[in-house]
Nanobody
Framework: VQLVESGGGLVQPGGSLRLSCAAS????????MSWYRQAPGKERELVAA????????NYADSVKGRFTISRDNAKNTVSLQMNRLKPEDTAVYYC?????????????WGQGTLVTVSS
């Protein structure tokens, strides 16, 4: 089982980034997926989650209206489109496979990708 994130980097406040996660080693379409993040000195927190079929999503209040999670079950990928980025969005972002549906708990983690929002 492997999750590999890409797309992180440095962006100015107000800018956009798109993170992608390539999944392998399991039946991707059977699992809900999510993105978590961990900012310096803070605990990991849920950013967004999506059900196995893509029909249900869940977002942290801090990103609602700015971030969009999506998935492509034909390509075994899950993405996070991040718009109107703020300095407080700076964090390492992790792709996770969830157990127990889109409101479940992470059971597999990627290695993370760093997003830095700064002018």
């Amino acid at each position: 089982v492997q999750l590999v994130e890409s797309g992180g980097g440095l962006v100015q406040p107000g800018g956009s980034l798109r993170l992608s996660c390539a999944a392998s080693g399991f039946t991707f379409s059977s699992y809900a997926m999510s993105w978590y993040r961990q900012a310096p000195g803070k605990e990991r927190e849920l950013v967004a989650a999506i059900s196995s079929g893509g029909g249900f999503t869940n977002y942290a209040d801090s990103v609602k209206g700015r971030f969009t999670i999506s998935r492509d079950n034909a390509k075994n990928t899950v993405s996070l489109q991040m718009n109107r980025l703020k300095p407080e969005d700076t964090a390492v972002y992790y792709c996770t496979r969830l157990g127990g549906g889109y409101r479940g708990r992470p059971e597999v983690w990627g290695q993370g990708t760093l997003v830095t929002v700064s002018s």
